[in-house]
């Protein structure tokens, strides 16, 4: 599990570098990065804010999208046992930690305490490559702008798909995932970013069969 | 740049609206005491979540499609992966079978 998250965090700093390189690209000080990357910490919604501002859009409107585009962390929350993310004063900064890279490697694991080690090591695992990454990146600056050529757009999608597949195995879920995917690619080029993903929930009515089977189990 | 301060505004914004949300969902969880078959729901939930990105993010860029490159990279990641190739593989065959389609002209 560990190399897993490594690797996975190694992915992070790549995309961190081309988010760097980008925001110091379309004129933003370094600074600008470095403080969204540390205190955001969530790389899609950065890569929005960045945009639409670069583009003339106002901050506030940006600061918007970028929330839109965040908002999945609720039902992330929602879908994480109480504990993963630490108890008492440990949870203020656990919190900070949750992205979709901890989040997923945290639901894999069996029971809450491997649960909260591989949401912990993924966590600040991120909070160290995605900030370094994109410091480096600025700090490199458009040398490295065409990451593209290198494929480093393919592996954020590739990591979370690589580490969802265990759960797609399970026909009902693979089913209702397929479903929502392609509900969130129907309603791209309608909606604001952020949106589709979230619309993708409706899928969830693609689970009951497995609440009936349970049902049948007797209640607790 | 822009107006400092609006930019900054706009981060702080964005930062503090982030972790509300982190925060807000693990509020509701732990104020409702949730049966196993919701808990399952719930993590069927965060399944679909991470599908419907996974898709975006392959397949979309902004408001369009992303090229064929991309898609085409994840995809090979992700038969490797069904296949219970090591996750190392998965991602660095996303990425080299990405960078060799653009290698070849492919968007």
């Known amino acids: ?220 | 740049m822009k107006d400092s301060t609006l930019v900054v505004a706009g981060m702080a914004t964005l930062a503090a609206g982030t972790y509300a949300f982190r925060l807000s969902g693990q509020l509701l969880r732990a104020r409702i005491s949730f049966p196993p078959r919701a808990t399952k729901l719930l993590e069927g939930a965060a399944i679909i979540l991470l599908a419907a990105l996974v898709a975006t993010t392959a397949l979309t860029q902004g408001h369009g499609f992303s090229g064929v490159a991309r898609p085409a990279g994840v995809l090979v990641g992700g038969l490797l992966a069904w296949r219970k190739a090591p996750f190392l593989v998965v991602v660095i065959a996303a990425a080299g079978v990405t960078a060799g389609l653009r290698l070849l002209g492919v968007p």
């Open chain 1, 1 to 220: 599990m560990l190399r897993d998250i490594a690797l996975t965090c190694l992915a992070v700093l790549f995309i961190g570098l081309s988010y760097g390189a980008i925001a110091v690209a379309s004129g933003f000080p370094l600074w600008v990065p470095a403080a969204q990357s540390l205190l955001v910490l969530a790389g899609a919604s950065e890569f929005l804010f960045v945009g639409i501002v670069a583009a003339g859009g106002n901050p506030f409107a940006a600061a918007l999208a970028g929330l839109l585009v965040n908002s999945r962390h609720l039902p992330y929350g929602l879908a994480l046992p109480p504990g993963v993310t630490g108890r008492g004063g440990r949870r203020i900064f656990g919190t900070h930690l949750m992205n979709d890279e901890s989040v997923v490697f945290a639901l894999a694991q069996e029971d809450l305490p491997r649960k909260r080690a591989a949401y912990w090591a993924c966590g600040v695992g991120v909070l160290i490559c995605w900030p370094g990454g994109a410091v480096l990146g600025a700090l490199i600056g458009s040398t490295v702008h065409n990451t593209d050529a290198f494929g480093l757009d393919a592996m954020f999608p590739a990591v979370i798909l690589g580490l969802i597949v265990p759960d797609l195995r399970d026909r009902l879920t693979l089913r209702a995932a397929l479903a929502g995917a392609a509900i969130a690619l129907i309603a791209t080029p309608f909606l604001p970013a952020g949106l589709p993903v979230l619309l993708a929930l409706v899928a969830v009515l693609l689970l009951p069969r497995d609440r009936g089977a349970q049902r049948q189990e007797g209640a607790p």
